[in-house]
């Protein structure tokens, strides 16, 4: 998507002192941004609170990242939201992400609506709680025409067994005779995965200062530019999108060349 320059300019006017609108190309924005949201737990500790105003803090900023992609031009925005480990965390905690999920999607519809946003859920929906995912299927359903940015949050996702469902979802139409193995190739894998119709993501955003994927769209980062920051997830900002898309305009992308 292009820009609109004027919407673009007036979103970032008051620039703080290392980063400004004019420090990156515009013509040259990613086309697929994705994040790994670290830093909810640590953000709320630091401050005295409980985890939980760490995780609403943290809808924040997921909503200013939003805002950002569209303005921006994102084509897709793509978020780690709650991984098929985090099923682990105390009871009580999971289930207030899954409640505030449910409530957070109610209230920014409006948002997705105005910003003519379509909606994706990267993951097994299935295994959620049933107000969570009725929704889930609502926003999904409200949604589906729109055709500005793609904005795909990853809940109860986990790459090792999305890619397993993949290989399961392709053996069974090998198994009925639909397909033949020699026709499995990387574009019919990819289409048997949650990210199925997306581009790969051009750039993944990790807040909190931690250097690793967490089982994260491994398939998908083959050729994809990393950018750690320590800002944790809660206190990240348009300006520090603005630094990394910096960061990534920097780089000379080979894609295994020369």
Not at 14 to 43: C, E, F, K, Q, T
């Amino acid at each position: 998507m292009r820009p609109d320059l004027q919407e673009l300019s007036a979103y970032y006017a008051a620039a703080p002192g290392d980063i400004a609108l004019g420090d990156i190309d515009v013509a040259r924005i990613p086309a697929h941004v994705s994040i790994i949201m670290d830093g909810n737990g640590r953000w709320a500790a630091k401050r005295g609170l409980d985890r939980a105003r760490g995780h609403v803090a943290g809808v924040d900023a997921l909503r200013e990242a939003v805002t950002a992609g569209v303005r921006l031009g994102f084509d897709v925005l793509s978020a780690y939201a709650f991984s098929t480990e985090n099923w682990r965390r105390p009871k009580l905690e999971v289930d207030l992400l899954m409640s505030l999920f449910a409530k957070t999607l109610v209230a920014e519809l409006p948002l997705f609506h105005q910003e003519n946003v379509r909606l994706l859920f990267l993951g097994d929906l299935k295994a959620l709680p049933s107000e969570t995912y009725r929704v889930f299927m609502r926003g999904l359903d409200e949604t589906a025409d729109h055709d500005g940015m793609t904005f795909a949050l990853a809940v109860n996702y986990g790459s090792r067994a999305e890619i397993v469902h993949a290989a399961h979802e392709l053996a069974r139409l090998v198994r009925s005779g639909e397909i033949d193995p020699d026709d499995i190739d990387q574009d019919l894998f990819s289409a048997h995965l949650y990210t199925a119709g997306l581009p790969d993501p051009d750039l993944l955003i990790r807040t909190s200062g931690e250097l690793r994927l967490s089982n994260y769209l491994l398939y998908q980062l083959a050729y994809t530019e990393f950018h750690a920051t320590d800002t944790l997830w809660p206190d990240f900002t348009r300006w520090d999108m603005l630094r990394a898309i910096r960061a990534f305009q920097s780089r000379s992308r080979r894609f295994g060349g020369v």
